[in-house]
C-alpha cells in the first residue's frame, strides 16, 4: 500500500494492516489542509480572494496590512464560512512591523508554508517632473521592500524544510509600456518585482520542493470601481465597458491556486499572467516547464 493522505490532512504509512477508517486519497492530491498562508494585502481584492481560495481549499491563512476594517471584514466573511482565516495589522514596509507579524505567525502556526505577496499598488501617477520623490519611493516600498521583507522572514524556514511557495505580484507596465498614463514608480517596481523573483529562484534552484514564481494579475476593479460603475450602469440602462477589460480578483486567485498546485510542480521563477490562459492545459504546462519561457531573459536574435 502507498503512503496516503486522508481528507482529514494526516499522513498514513504503508505498514501491513493499516486501516484507516477515513477514505484514503493519493498523497499528490490537491489540498491545501495543514499548510499556513500568509497573504500580504489580503484583506481587499485580490489579495483578499487569494486568500478565501487557500482557506477554502484547507490552508490555515493569516492575512496582513494596514487598514484594520478591511482586514476585519474579510476575517468575519471567513468566520461565517468557518474558513481558517485570521489577521495581523502592520505596514508592511516597517522592517519591525514584519517581525512582529512573523512572530506572531511562528508562535500560533510554528510556520509559514505559502507566502503570496499581494501588498503593493499604483502611485505617483504624475508627469517625472511632477512626481513628488517621496512618493515616487513610497510606490517602490509598498510593492518591493514589502516583498522582500516578507520573503526575507519566510525563507529560512522553506530552506530549513525544503519547501516552501512563495508568490510574487507585478502587474501592468512590468512588460508593457502603460500608454495614457503616468507610471514611472508603478512600472519599474513591479519590474523589479520580476527580477527579484527570477533572482531569488536562480539563488535557491537547488532546493527540492521550494517554488518561487510571480503572478500578473491583470486589471481588476475594486469593491469600490464597482460600486462607481453598478451606478453608472443604473443610470444608462447598459453594461459599463470596464467589465469587458477588466477581470475578477477571483481570475487572479485561481491563477495564484494553480502555481500552488502540483499540476505546476515543474514551473519555477517564472511569471505567469491571468491574461494567457496556457497554464490551463497541462501538455503546455510541461513544455513551458523544459524551457526558458516566461522567465525574465533577453531575446538573441
Ligand atoms: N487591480 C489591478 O488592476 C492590478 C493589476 C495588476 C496587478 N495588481 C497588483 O495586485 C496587488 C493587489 O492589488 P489590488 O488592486 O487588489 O489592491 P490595491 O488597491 O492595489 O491595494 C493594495 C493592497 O496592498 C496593501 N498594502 C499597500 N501598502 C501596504 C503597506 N505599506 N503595508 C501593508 N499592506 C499594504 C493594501 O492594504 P492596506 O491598505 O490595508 O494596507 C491593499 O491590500 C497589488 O500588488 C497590485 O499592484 C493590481
Known sequence: M?????????????????????KPVPVEVDTLKGRVALVTGGGWNIGRAIALRLARDGATVIIASRNRDNLSE???????????LRSHVCDLTDPQGVEGLFRDIWASEGRVDILACLAGGFGA????PDTDPREWMGVFARNVYTTYLCCRKALPGMLERKR???LTCAGGGAFFPMVGVHATAYASAKAAICRFTDQLYAENMEVPDLRINCIEPGMTLSPIDLERIEEEEKAS????????????PEDGAELA???LSPAAKILNGRILSVDEDWWRDPVAVQQVGKGDLYRLRRNYL
Not at 502507498?2 to 477515513?22: D, I, R
Not at 474579510?74 to 481558517?84: G, H, M, P, S
Not at 501617477?125 to 517625472?128: F, H, K, M, P, V
Open 2 to 22: 502507498e503512503a496516503c493522505l486522508l481528507e482529514n490532512g494526516e499522513h498514513v504509512g504503508g505498514g501491513a494492516g493499516a486501516t484507516p477508517q477515513l
Open 74 to 84: 474579510t476575517v468575519e466573511y471567513a468566520r461565517q464560512r468557518d474558513l481558517d
Open 125 to 128: 501617477g504624475a508627469a517625472l
Open 164 to 166: 516552501g511557495d512563495i
Open 237 to 248: 440602462g447598459r453594461p459599463h465597458p470596464a467589465r469587458e477589460m477588466n477581470h475578477s
Open 257 to 259: 491556486r494553480f502555481l
